[in-house]
């Protein structure tokens, strides 16, 4: 449709984040609420646009469309170009990411007290290189929007996290920063080495597929890596994991919910774009490591989260172990395993966003969030309670719910996998069910403690959800059921996609 560009889709972010830090626009907080919350809400409604008249059945990209300057396309001399497009995965995390985006606006009017301008327009630019991160067609262009999605999450942790968000937000950045340069240094010796033997400057993913024929297996590996140390600090997988939870612990309640929802997300993107359709073979050959990978994510941050105090780093622990079951399902090489991978780190995004509005709801009422100082809330949080134990059922994976259709479809794929360890694939499938009964204990126990054990004097006269609370939360419930009633409404946007992955990676 003529009226709908990714142009416009990507960059009108960053025009309403400008708009709002104009010295002429009031600095009034009730204005920029507003101004932001239409604007996401337009945001939202155009992003759907897209997927409404989204074709399926295409086996390949689509809505391509270059960003030029002045008629010329960007740095054309020497192969790099600013094209986007989206396929059936990406218009999915598009929508996915509008929405979370959207959430968070509407939480943020009980928790963002100061600096407003500033708040909402790091929303947006963070917006914007996410969006960028999905749709970009060159790898160099991935990598800018890759870097630029730093900034915004710095001052979002920093300027309204807690007395120690500093700290961890320049860890995260340090981190970030170290992983960026390996990320960087696969892609520049992946476009010279390319040039060096196709004689062709180019920095199109999709061009980029390995041939073992022309690229020698050392160089595939040095690049592999490289890539993968770059991705796997977002997924996050374990070892590259310790920033997660000091991070989302130390900011507010809304940047758990942008964080979680978003930055998470991108990980596994790269993962897919990048490590399984350029290096195909290697994927294969590195599947079981990353199936085991995924294993400890699942039960080491699963045991984990029975242990913390505190709400959020318990939240942490679960969405990190629930990330795990992403990278199982790609490892399983097959489509089941696959769909179901994509179709859980979506359905992971939305209930473990869902988690931090309830963590944020409880958080600006009792200004705790540890498990011991809570109890009883059930009996004065009534609508928290009901809609937090949907959310919480599906977290643990119950039928009809959104989480069980895609934790099904992982272990299924792991049990029908063709990798040659199948004692290990079983054993994996198998631990994985056990996992499943480990994240019920620690989720109904967050359950039980903090909504019916015995209510706290302290607590008496607390108020239940307000309108605004109770919609975003039953919003989410809504979208947690129908897509738990009705998955394949999701998984036959990208089916074509991962047919197309499957090829090839020839299984």
């Not at 509407?106 to 996410?130: D, G, P």
């Not at 067609?137 to 870097?147: A, G, I, S, Y």
């Not at 994991?241 to 978003?262: C, E, F, M, R, T």
Request: proline share 3%.
């Amino acid at each position: 449709m003529s009226f709908l560009s990714l142009i416009w889709l990507i960059f009108a972010p960053v025009i309403a984040a400008v708009f709002i830090m104009l010295p002429k626009f009031p600095n009034h907080q009730v204005k920029i609420r507003r101004f932001s919350k239409w604007f996401a809400s337009f945001h939202f409604v155009y992003a759907l646009l897209f997927l409404a008249f989204f074709d399926s059945s295409l086996f390949g990209m689509s809505y391509e469309k270059e960003l030029t300057f002045f008629g010329m396309s960007w740095l054309k001399s020497i192969g790099i170009s600013a094209k986007f497009a989206v396929d059936g995965i990406t218009i999915l995390l598009i929508v996915l990411s509008t929405f979370i985006v959207l959430i968070t606006l509407f939480m943020s009017k009980i928790h963002i007290r100061t600096k407003h301008k500033l708040y909402y327009s790091m929303v947006f630019l963070l917006e914007s290189a996410v969006l960028g991160i999905f749709c970009a067609k060159d790898m160099f262009l991935f990598f800018v929007f890759w870097e630029l999605s730093l900034i915004p999450i710095y001052f979002l942790v920093s300027q309204w996290g807690n007395s120690e968000a500093r700290r961890s937000a320049m860890k995260f950045i340090l981190s970030s920063f170290v992983a960026n340069m390996f990320l960087f240094f696969g892609m520049l010796i992946l476009y010279y080495y390319n040039f060096a033997v196709s004689n062709v400057l180019t920095a199109n993913i999709e061009s980029l597929s390995m041939d073992a024929k022309i690229y020698p297996l050392w160089f595939q590996i040095m690049v592999f890596v490289n890539f993968l140390i770059g991705f796997v600090i977002r997924i996050p997988l374990a070892l590259f994991h310790s920033w997660y939870p000091d991070l989302q612990s130390k900011s507010s309640a809304p940047v758990n919910i942008l964080i979680s929802g978003l930055i998470l997300n991108t990980g596994i993107y790269g993962l897919i774009r990048f490590n399984m359709q350029i290096f195909p073979e290697l994927f294969k050959l590195f599947a079981p490591v990353l199936m085991i990978w995924g294993l400890v994510n699942i039960i080491y941050f699963g045991a984990l989260s029975l242990l913390q105090p505190g709400i959020k780093k318990m939240v942490s622990y679960a969405n990190i172990s629930t990330i795990g079951f992403v990278t199982v399902g790609l490892s399983c090489l097959n489509s089941t395993g696959f769909n179901g991978a994509v179709f859980c780190l979506i359905a992971s995004s939305i209930v473990f966003g869902a988690m931090f509005v309830i963590v944020s709801s409880i958080e600006f009422r009792t200004k705790t969030t540890y498990i011991t100082a809570l109890g009883g809330l059930g009996q004065v949080m009534p609508k928290c309670m009901y809609l937090s134990l949907i959310v919480c059922f599906s977290a643990i994976g119950i039928p009809f719910l959104i989480m069980f259709s895609p934790k099904l479809m992982i272990l299924t794929g792991a049990m029908l996998s063709n990798l040659d360890q199948q004692l290990m694939v079983k054993i994996a499938a198998f631990l994985g069910l056990a996992a499943i009964a480990v994240s019920a204990g620690y989720i109904m126990y967050f359950f039980y403690k903090v909504f019916c054990s015995v209510l706290l004097e302290q607590w008496k006269n607390i108020k239940d959800l307000s309108p605004q609370e109770t919609a975003v939360l039953s919003t989410m419930c809504l979208v947690i059921l129908y897509l738990g009633l009705y998955p394949m409404s999701i998984i036959s946007v990208y089916q074509s996609v991962s047919s197309i992955i499957l090829d090839i990676l020839q299984v």
